[in-house]
Structure formats: structure tokens, C-alpha cells
């Protein structure tokens, strides 16, 4: 069985705004699924992607993939360390206006992270983190936002 899935009308002005160079290998991601049945269900057992960096199909298989093992981690770091907490932190900089300065800013930003987690209060306190890097763009003046979610 063969399904078609489209949604490169949404994606590839997103693209052309980021001039980026392999918009016809996203255009034909995941374009071909195929099922099979099994007891009264569908299951997906074949299909083709591209695992490109700003594909959108790709980035959303990629959330739910990392969602599922985050659960898992958290399920088993309760269960080695009952009394811990989880905190929840976001590092953000100034705004950066230009691709050199946002590569300096981040750079500048992990490094800071990765000093504060040398600390010796922070260390003796810290079972372990979860770091992800968000970078937003504002639309008013085009300059990128860059921050750091942690889960502590």
C-alpha cells in the first residue's frame, strides 16, 4: 500500500529564504510509505528520508524519537535518585545580528554553561543534565535569538 504524503508547499519557501542548497532532496522526503497489515491494524514498515538538518518531517521524527528516550532516562534517574529535583533553567544572550556573531554568541554561551557546571557548589549538588540549544529568528529585524534549555 502506498501513501502519499505532501507538504513541500509549506516547506520550500522556508528554505528558499535560508538558501538552502538541498531543497530537492527534502522535497521527496518521506514521500513514499509503505504498510503492511498487521491483525487489524497498519503498520509502517518501509519508507525513505532524507535526514536533513531543517527538514521539517525529519526534525518531528527526530523530537518524538528524543522525547521517548528523555522519558526513559527521567523514569530511570527517579528511580536511582527518589529524593532528587528537577529544575528547569533557559540561558539566553543578547540577540545576535548577523551569522558570524550568532556562531561567537553561541560558542560564548556554551562555553559560560559548560564553566558553570565546574563550580564546586554546582557539582557537588548536580546528579546530571539535559542541555538543548534553541536559536529563534525575530521577524521584525531579522536578529537571532539564541538560548539554552537545561533540565537539571
Excluded at 503492511?36 to 518531528?60: A, E, M, V
Excluded at 528511580?79 to 544572550?93: D, I, N, Q, S, Y
Excluded at 557539582?123 to 537571532?144: A, F, P
Aim: hydrophobic residues 35%; contains cysteine; proline residues 2%.
Amino acid at each position: 500500500m502506498r501513501k502519499r504524503v505532501s507538504y513541500t508547499h509549506r516547506t520550500l519557501p522556508t528554505l528558499a529564504i535560508l538558501e538552502f542548497k538541498r531543497a530537492h532532496d527534502i522535497r521527496g522526503c518521506g514521500e513514499v510509505l509503505r504498510f503492511r497489515k498487521i491483525g487489524d491494524h497498519l503498520k509502517l514498515y518501509q519508507t525513505w528520508f532524507c535526514h536533513k538538518r531543517l527538514c521539517p518531517l525529519c526534525n518531528w521524527r527526530k523530537s518524538m524519537k528524543n522525547s521517548s528516550q528523555l522519558k526513559q532516562i527521567i523514569a530511570e534517574a527517579v528511580a536511582r535518585e527518589p529524593k532528587g529535583r528537577f529544575l528547569f533553567l533557559t540561558l539566553t544572550v543578547k540577540n545576535a545580528h548577523s551569522a558570524e556573531e550568532l556562531k561567537v554568541s553561541l560558542r560564548a554561551l556554551t562555553k559560560a554553561f559548560n564553566k558553570l557546571t565546574r563550580y564546586k557548589k554546582v557539582t557537588k549538588n548536580l546528579l546530571g543534565y539535559l542541555r538543548s540549544t534553541e536559536i529563534t529568528v525575530n521577524e521584525q529585524d531579522g536578529s537571532y535569538n539564541q538560548h539554552l534549555h537545561v533540565l537539571l
